[in-house]
């Protein structure tokens, strides 16, 4: 597949071809249209200003189809085998007759912003199957390992009538977490390792699991991954429940042999039953809407205040400032906000 630079060109070729109509492209996502789907996510991906007008027309068309999906967020330590894990599961689930999207994100070049874009070719079964659809996207150096669009690409395969949503990270880490915040249930996958490798796994990302899994609980592994089970179980037992709905547990797992996903299914599905039976999917959901409300504003903010022509000229002078030691951050900050705003003065 096409990275950086080539994958960038494609996607502007495939969207300037002609500007689409966003009630016949909500058709044709409603209809179940793969390339409609495809091309839908590349509209809310694009920073053009044409491009994202026609994104939030297509999302507000289609936004009474959405939210009836399981949203699962996956994330794992580097080698856990999380490609592997999400074809597996991918194809457990269609093989039940369940439509799947994987929204998988990539790393992006700092450098470059290309990325490898590499999950269709490690995904390849699953990218064959006519019930499931792949997305990679370039994280686009985004905390918390999530394009900042996977939200809106989440929302139109729902729509597209997709019954689990699977958002893979793009590892595990402090600032790999912001995927809880737009998913049901969190699930954190792990090694065999056991007690060596939990010592270097933040305790903000074991918080945030809703169901541990020890992946490659196979062959020689086997009795490594029970150690690991019981490790992990002990460590889950020291921290609150993010609801009392819900203890998170931990299952083991072999992605390789097809082991224990049906049990991982089935905790995803005790999972929503038990948030669904307490209200707290409803309230964890409104809450993620707030959040997700509050980062757009910032953002939008923050892109306002770069593209104003009297901020971007003040800039390099109020950064040199700071650097220098002539200026605080925060007096810094109200100059700015009050060349472009008039409010700083008020605050």
């Given at each position: 597949m096409a990275s950086g630079p080539d994958q960038k060109h494609h996607q502007r070729q495939t969207l300037n071809r002609a500007l689409p109509d966003p009630a016949e492209l909500a058709a044709g996502i409603r209809s179940g249209s793969r390339s409609a789907l495809a091309r839908g996510i590349t509209l809310v991906e694009s920073s053009r200003a044409d491009h994202q007008a026609i994104a939030q027309a297509l999302l507000a068309e289609l936004l009474p189809e959405t939210g009836k999906a399981v949203r699962l967020g996956l994330s794992g330590t580097p080698g856990v085998g999380k490609s592997t894990f999400i074809e597996a599961f991918g194809r457990l689930l269609t093989g039940k007759g369940l439509r799947v999207a994987v929204l998988a994100v990539d790393p992006s070049s700092a450098r470059t912003g290309g990325s490898i874009l590499g999950d269709k070719t490690r995904m390849e079964l699953l990218a064959r199957d006519p019930n499931a659809f792949i997305r990679p996207s370039p994280s686009g150096g985004t905390l918390g390992g999530v394009a900042r669009r996977t939200r809106e690409a989440m929302l139109l395969a729902e729509a597209a009538g997709y019954d689990v949503i699977l958002v893979e990270t793009v590892g595990v880490g402090q600032s790999e977490t912001s995927v809880a915040d737009m998913v049901d249930m969190f699930v954190l996958l792990l090694a065999p390792g056991g007690g060596d490798e939990l010592q270097g796994i933040k305790r903000g990302i074991m918080e945030l699991a809703d169901l541990i899994v020890v992946n490659k609980a196979d062959?020689?592994?086997?009795?490594?991954?029970?150690?690991?089970?019981?490790?992990?179980?002990?460590?889950?037992?020291?921290?609150?429940?993010?609801?009392?709905?819900?203890?998170?547990?931990?299952?083991?797992?072999?992605?390789?042999?097809?082991?224990?996903?049906?049990?991982?299914?089935?905790?995803?599905?005790?999972?929503?039953?038990?948030l669904t039976a307490s209200g707290d999917l409803a309230r964890l959901r409104a809450d993620q809407a707030r959040a997700w409300f509050w980062t757009e504003l910032r953002e939008g903010l923050i892109s306002t205040l770069k593209s104003d022509a009297k901020a971007a000229a003040l800039m390099p002078e109020l950064e040199r400032e700071v650097e220098e030691g002539q200026s605080t951050p925060t007096a810094a900050a109200r100059r700015l906000l009050d060349l472009v705003f008039g409010t700083a003065e008020q605050a």
């Open positions: 062959g020689d592994l086997v009795p490594a991954a029970r150690r690991a089970q019981t490790e992990y179980q002990a460590a889950l037992h020291l921290m609150r429940p993010k609801t009392p709905a819900w203890a998170p547990h931990v299952l083991l797992a072999s992605a390789l042999k097809g082991e224990g996903l049906d049990k991982v299914w089935q905790a995803a599905e005790a999972h929503r039953a038990a």
